[in-house]
């Protein structure tokens, strides 16, 4: 079920009350309650003046299904509209082969290289591990994304790239939240682990899974999926993402059919400052 989220925002505790002294302007004296209207309304005006986070470059995606040690989105196209914007690439592995160990050691976009956000795995250490990696400010080019691990995996790799704008470029993200499952084999659908990520005012979650095994995904009511990679069986390569507004209820939520092991992480956007119209 929906959870009602709390309507408070940034500054609506500035933006709920009246400052109570008076405004001083050339010939004349405001009132208090006039001077403190004046004055909340400037203040909500600066705590509201934020740019929308959005799309910039729609997402793209691909997988392997061999034993490799490196996965290649080909021609991926940046070029978007807004300003402050921010490549995403999340990288999945249905099994690692090292029992965990596998280090994803680069990524990168037109040989420029990524930064890594977060990471998580099953308890089972090698099974359906993913990543995620980030690149502010992507020039506008279409290039290839190669993300190159430390050895072979064991069965295959996906990868998916998204940018967004009117991401902060200072402080871009939230702390990441993870979690997963390893509920053995099962025939059906399931519900796949949930986070919870706390967001507040303009702010966007970004989730991705990684499952093995999964023969279909579907993402929570509130959220958009972004992308999806499922290969045929035996041992699917599994990856996907998806968005969701802060004022949905923070919960991002998968139902996987056929999944024995999956994987879930996610992290707030942080929306960049507004151009102030003077």
């Known amino acids: 079920a929906t959870r009602a989220r709390s309507p408070a925002r940034i500054g609506s505790s500035i933006c709920a009350r009246t400052a109570d002294f008076v405004i001083g302007m050339p010939g ?11 004055l909340a309304i400037l203040l909500c005006h600066a705590a509201a003046a934020v740019a929308a986070i959005t799309v910039s470059a729609v997402a793209a995606s691909t997988f392997v299904k061999s034993a490799v040690n490196s996965i290649t989105l080909t021609s991926y196209n940046s070029s978007g509209s807004g300003s402050n914007r921010v490549l995403l690439v999340t990288v999945t592995v249905t099994n690692d082969g090292a029992a965990g160990a596998r280090v994803l050691n680069t990524v990168t976009f037109g040989g420029t290289g990524l ?4 990471d998580a795995r099953t308890s089972s250490a090698d099974d359906a591990r993913i990543w995620v990696w980030y690149l502010l400010a992507p020039t506008s080019q279409t290039a290839d994304i190669v993300a190159t691990f430390d050895g072979n995996v064991t069965t295959g790799i996906s990868i998916g790239a ?40 303009d702010e966007v979650i970004y989730d991705s899974l990684a499952s093995e095994s999964a023969t279909a995904l579907t993402a929570g009511a509130d959220q958009t999926l972004q992308w999806d990679e499922i290969s045929a069986a035996p041992d699917n390569v599994v990856g996907a993402s998806s968005t969701q507004p802060s004022t949905a209820d923070d919960v991002m939520s998968w139902t996987a059919t056929g999944s024995t092991h999956t994987s879930l992480c996610g992290f707030v956007l942080k929306p960049a400052a507004a151009d102030t119209p003077e």
């Open 28 to 38: 004349r004296i405001m009132s208090k309650a006039a001077g403190g209207l004046v």
């Open 115 to 118: 930064t890594e956000k977060t």
């Open 162 to 201: 998204i940018v967004f704008a009117g991401v902060d470029q200072t402080t871009s993200f939230g702390t990441a939240v993870t979690t997963s499952d390893q509920p053995g084999p099962i025939s059906g659908s399931i519900t796949a682990p949930n986070i919870t990520v706390p967001a507040a005012g």
